[in-house]
């Protein structure tokens, strides 16, 4: 696929776990997802002083897990400041954590080359609804902090019909913090294993949660979902036709979990847990052979980078069908044709 001296951004996934219980989550009520976490010393582990020395970024977000409340993240972020000054460090998060010395903390290790990324969806009255168990308070509070103490950042807020009505007023808070405001219209609409759209969720606190009315909140990819399985037939006839651009190729990407798993992007990796399949069920499986080959707290990470994992995923790209080999993760994320990733930022 890539050397591992051409990798240039980690996406890096501290932890597995999180105080909240968003609706749409992997991690959520996902009896496979435990409380593994990667510390300084693991990290160290992996991506050693000269590998950190090729990044231009690296990213903390993840499939399963919220950064801010992983142990070693302060740390991890000095051990590659220090030992790379340029390399662009961010952050995503729920904000609602930490007390102001830690936010301060972040902000002086970031610097003018990180940011920040707050995932808050609506306001006072709204936010908790699809971050379930977050405290407001606490992300007015760490916004605040963060911003005070000079950090950059961007409130990304996904719109759904409960707070689309408040999308300016949020914006207009932003800017009160120096922010940047990022609307964000999730594509996850689409379940993809149930071969449809779903229309709402239910949260575990009960309530329903629901895509944007107004179709300029809408994301274009869910909206053109059901004339895209008509045109062929089904979605998986789409899969199968469609060819693939790997988005992790182009960037020279790879991402790394907090068991130490590492796949070319979170796609890949989400695909080991789904909560609606047993282990071993989904088709990613099918790439390893023994998973602790592509763990680098087993298996050095440019071993991993130049195996047969990464080999086998890239090179059923362009097998004639799933049900040949082909992989439908990377069909269903890089395919051609949908993007529903993409179309969230549009
Ligand atoms: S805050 Fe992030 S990690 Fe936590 S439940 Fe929500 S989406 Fe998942
Ligand atoms: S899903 Fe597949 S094709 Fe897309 S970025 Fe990941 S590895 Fe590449």
Not at 192 to 197: F, V
Not at 282 to 288: A, D, G, R, T
Request: charged share 25%.
């Amino acid at each position: 696929m890539y050397s591992p001296d051409q990798i240039k951004h980690i996406h890096l996934e501290p932890t597995q776990r999180c105080q909240a219980q968003c609706p749409m989550c992997d991690r959520t009520n996902n009896p496979h997802v435990g409380k593994a976490e990667l510390s300084l010393g693991n990290f160290m582990q992996i991506v050693d002083i000269d590998f950190a020395r090729q990044l231009n970024s690296l990213l903390m977000c993840g499939n399963h897990g919220d950064p801010i409340v992983s142990d070693d993240i302060l740390s991890i972020f000095r051990y590659l400041r220090v030992n790379n000054p340029k390399m662009y460090l961010h952050m995503t998060t729920n904000a609602g954590a930490r007390d102001d010395e830690w936010w301060k903390e972040l902000v002086s290790i970031l610097g003018t080359r990180g940011k920040v990324t707050f995932s808050v969806d609506g306001l006072e009255d709204t936010n908790h609804l699809y971050r379930v168990n977050v405290n407001w308070k606490r992300v007015e509070h760490s916004m605040d902090v963060f911003t005070q103490a000079g950090g950059r950042g961007i409130w990304v807020y996904l719109i759904f019909e409960h707070n689309e009505h408040q999308v300016e007023e949020a914006e207009r808070m932003a800017k009160l913090f120096g922010l940047e405001f990022v609307r964000k219209k999730t594509g996850r609409w689409v379940q993809s294993y149930k071969g449809k759209k779903v229309d709402k969720k239910i949260t575990a606190k009960g309530n329903e949660i629901k895509p944007p009315i107004n179709p300029e909140n809408q994301n274009k990819s869910v909206n053109s979902y059901d004339k895209l399985v008509k045109s062929h037939g089904s979605f998986q006839e789409y899969l199968d036709q469609t060819n693939i651009t790997c988005k992790s190729l182009a960037t020279n990407e790879i991402y790394i979990s907090a068991e130490g798993l590492v796949t070319p992007c979170c796609w890949t990796h989400g695909r080991f847990y789904k909560a609606y399949q047993k282990m071993g069920e989904n088709q990613i499986w099918s790439f390893v052979d023994n998973i602790k080959k592509i763990n680098a707290l087993h298996t050095p990470l440019r071993e991993i980078i130049n195996g047969n994992f990464f080999m086998q995923l890239e090179k059923s790209w362009n097998l004639p069908s799933c049900s040949n080999g082909k992989s439908v993760v990377c069909a269903e994320k890089c395919g051609s044709g949908f993007d529903a990733f993409r179309d969230q930022w549009k």
